[in-house]
């Protein structure tokens, strides 16, 4: 049987790549080999190919725009994205704060694949790479990337990549690459990679890659994965997320004293249910000024977390205030955690016990329960000496 192949320009990569019909077809990267750049220097002969280029977009993302016409199908508010392998959206400027919004009229967006970048500097306090806001929206990605970065001088800085914000909405995912990075020099800097609140939400996901990290002068919060409700009310329903394997990255930095850094892997909050395969989590949080610092690779208060076999890695670092880094922590008496074999570092350095309390703990049920099928356990506390305002 005969194959035909294209050879196409492709953005991200900076060069061009041999691509099977069928991969591009459907928008899939699997088959992708980088062709060297001497080769495509002349003249391009190559028998049954073309060169067609991937196509860079600046427009968000609603269901009602023009320049996507031909890309956009589908009525009534429900709306199928297909692009072709390598198509890129970027926004930089000041014309709009989400990349794909799905709200209004607009009731569902399923987009094949597609690398999605925002980014802006003292432009919003808040961007989104991707949004559901209004009851019963739904969203689905088969592939791609969901990169936000948000930079402020001095207003907050928020990032989400995607959101998921009101009451029983559908997303469905995936293998994804998500990353969110606020950055201020204000007091507030939120940066959430995957992220649901309010009632009833459902998230079903690939094999994700997750990126948190954000710094601000007081107060700095970064987490993969959270899910929690703005009710409070543990007698409603919450969340369910589902996933594959994970792979989570998280950050977070505060400047200034008398405030708090805080950066978890997984939060889990209000009647959630989180579940996922293996994972590699990998959690920092620190401030050099004297304010608090608290990091934790599972986090669980009020709800439940699974996951399969799993590497958590947890470093704390403050000085003149409370320090404390948790491998897994089970807050309240709903709560669980539950996972296969585990092994987990944490690390709890600097801090002052005069002016707060020291901690590393690699698993803690307060109140709650964590189970284990087995694993190794490590964890360090560094101290310091405080007296009468002197640190040593």
């Not at 919060?221 to 409603?236: E, F, P, R």
Request: net charge negative; hydrophobic share 35%; aromatic share 6%.
């Amino acid at each position: 049987m005969n194959r035909i192949y294209k050879v196409i320009w492709n953005r991200v990569r900076g060069g061009y790549v041999v691509v099977g019909e069928h991969q591009v077809a459907k928008g899939k990267s699997g088959g992708v080999k980088m062709v060297q750049a001497a080769i495509l220097s002349g003249a391009l002969v190559l028998g049954n190919m073309a060169l067609a280029d991937a196509q860079d977009f600046s427009i968000p993302i609603t269901g009602k725009e023009a320049a996507y016409d031909g890309i956009r199908s589908g009525t009534d508010g429900n709306y199928t994205y297909t692009f072709g392998a390598g198509d890129y959206l970027m926004i930089s400027d000041s014309s709009a704060s989400t990349g794909i919004d799905i709200s209004g009229s607009t009731r569902s967006i399923g987009i094949n694949g597609l690398e999605l970048s925002i980014g802006q500097k003292d432009q919003y306090p808040v961007l989104k790479g991707v949004n559901l806001y209004g009851d019963g929206k739904s969203f689905s990605m088969d592939s791609g990337k969901v990169t936000v970065s948000s930079e402020n001088t001095s207003m907050t800085a928020d990032a989400y990549g995607i959101y998921v914000e009101s009451n029983e909405q559908t997303v469905t995912l995936g293998d994804l690459a998500i990353s969110a990075s606020a950055i201020t020099g204000g007091e507030n800097a939120t940066a959430y990679a995957l992220s649901t609140s309010n009632l009833d939400n459902t998230i079903e996901g690939g094999d994700l890659v997750l990126t948190a990290s954000a710094k601000s002068a007081q107060y700095a919060s970064a987490s993969g994965i959270t899910a929690w409700q703005n009710a409070g009310d543990t007698s409603l329903p919450g969340s369910t997320i589902g996933l594959k394997d994970l792979s989570v990255t998280v950050s977070a930095e505060v400047t200034g004293a008398d405030g708090e850094a805080y950066a978890a892997g997984i939060n889990g909050d209000d009647k959630s249910e989180i579940r996922a395969g293996n994972g590699d989590i990998s959690i920092s949080a620190k401030s050099a000024s004297g304010s608090a610092v608290y990091a934790a690779g599972i986090d669980s208060r009020n709800g439940s977390v699974s996951m399969g076999d799993a590497t958590v890695k947890v470093l704390a670092e403050g000085v003149d205030n409370t320090v404390a880094a948790y491998g897994i922590r089970a807050w309240n008496d709903n709560d669980s955690v539950r996972t296969g074999h585990v092994d987990v570092t944490v690390q709890a350095t600097g801090g002052s016990e005069d002016n707060g309390y020291v901690e590393a703990i690699a698993l803690l049920a307060n109140g709650g329960e964590v189970s284990v099928v087995g694993g190794t356990l490590a964890a360090v506390s560094e101290k310091r000496l405080c007296r009468r305002g002197t640190c040593q």
